[in-house]
């Protein structure tokens, strides 16, 4: 099932932990549902899938469900910089729709289109800083039912010195390379067993974050 065919998410879920409210906006309901499918393959349309996973059933769980995620998701990301043809939807499976990182993948495919940015090379790297990362509570807008394992705050070291970017087919040297500290907000949807990416958040320079 893609964001063409889709419905609505029944109850959608919002970020209600006071250790949320700091770093992400509060959430507009989606008018498209993320997907996932039996296997992490692509679908008819190309757009790439993740594993389904059960809701979690501790902390270390939801971490680390989290993680393997926005691991896959790194090549989708890559592969949508890389393809001027591809638009916002080869990501449905991987952003949760009307959230800010759905807004930044909207800016970015405006600058490949406008810009004619692009990447080669390799996908970023990522690594998990599992002792920083934390779990918070979603709640159903609908029923008031908390899930306290459904959103995770990961941190982490976001690794560029593979990638190589492009501007109308010539490399830009002006783009920092390097391995950065990240913030990385993921929701889970129990409709569609997968962790969905709401926000990034770039920690340089912040007090606390990641050493990378």
Wanted: aromatic content about 8%; some cysteine; charged content about 20%.
């Amino acid at each position: 099932m893609n964001r063409r065919t889709a419905t609505t998410i029944a109850g959608v879920l919002a970020v209600t932990a006071m250790m949320l409210t700091a770093c992400t906006p509060s959430e507009p309901t989606p008018t498209k549902t993320p997907t996932a499918s039996a296997t992490p393959t692509a679908e008819p349309t190309g757009a790439p899938t993740q594993a389904p996973v059960g809701a979690p059933k501790d902390e270390a769980e939801a971490v680390a469900a989290a993680n393997t995620a926005y691991t896959a998701f790194q090549q989708a990301r890559f592969d949508f910089l890389a393809d001027s043809e591809l638009g916002t939807d080869y990501l449905e499976n991987f952003v949760w729709p009307g959230t800010r990182m759905a807004t930044l993948m909207e800016d970015t495919y405006k600058s490949k289109v406008e810009q004619k940015t692009s990447v080669e090379g390799e996908p970023f790297g990522w690594q998990a800083n599992e002792a920083l990362s934390y779990v918070a509570p979603l709640t159903n807008q609908s029923t008031g039912e908390v899930d306290p394992l459904g959103s995770v705050n990961l941190f982490g070291c976001s690794d560029n010195t593979g990638t190589t970017f492009l501007t109308d087919g010539v490399e830009n040297t002006d783009i920092p390379k390097g391995s950065f500290p990240k913030q990385i907000v993921m929701l889970y949807s129990p409709d569609y067993e997968g962790w969905f990416i709401s926000d990034t958040i770039d920690l340089v320079g912040q007090e606390g974050a990641p050493l990378c």
